[in-house]
């Protein structure tokens, strides 16, 4: 199987798409798709062709003003939920596509969609369908899109939270990181949970209350 999965890799293919083609669980795929990384002499990253976010991706964060980052339209964010799009070339006429959706107040990356091998043409299709939630979305800097996604996992490590299993396979395309992000997650500062479809809002609000105390965070749920 590990044969079969370095030649699906050497084509292009996701981690995802791998396991659908073996018809096994990713699960199965992602170790044999690491052990294979771990073989491959490190050439250098792929080049960036290009990031984007959602406009109002800074409202209720701190951010660093030496940084010089825009936000567009920061009135109009999704509630602390911010969606960040990488693309890195992939041979001359391709690129490798992650998208990312952080929760930015709280739980760090709730959701990853690829990473995918896609074209010019249909990249620009599929970041219409990735922000149409959004009012708008906005070209960012590559340091941007990792302090805000890496940075979430941080914050939200030190809660008690993990990324969603789906962010391992598209980690690599954010690059090294070396933690201390230049912005302040949760809102206004103080972590702040919304209950998301698929959540366990009884164990999010049981994690947080071995950290921190009830006046230490704030929350909304369906309950609430």
Known sequence: MKDQVRELRRQGKSPKEIARALKVAP??????VRAIA??????????????WINV???????????????????????????SVLVARRHGYDKLRVCGYLADVYCMGV??????????????SQFREYFFSDYRGWQEAPFDLAQHLVLGSIDHARALGFE?????EHGADLLGEWEG????TFGRDGKPYYVEFPGDDPA???????????DDEFGYVTAGR
């Open 38 to 51: 771990a073989e491959t002499p490190d050439t250098g990253a792929a080049e960036v062709a290009g990031c």
């Open 180 to 183: 201390g992000s230049a912005i």
């Open 203 to 213: 164990k999010v609000l049981r994690t947080l209350r071995r950290t921190l105390s």
């Open 163 to 167: 990324p969603d299993g789906a962010f």
């Open 110 to 123: 709730k959701s990853a969609i690829g990473p995918d091998v896609i074209d010019d043409r249909m990249l």
């Open 27 to 32: 699960s199965v795929v992602a170790p044999l």
């Open 56 to 82: 109002g991706w800074s409202e209720g964060l701190g951010v660093d003003p030496a940084r010089g980052w825009v936000d567009k339209e920061p009135e109009s964010g999704g509630g602390g939920m911010v």
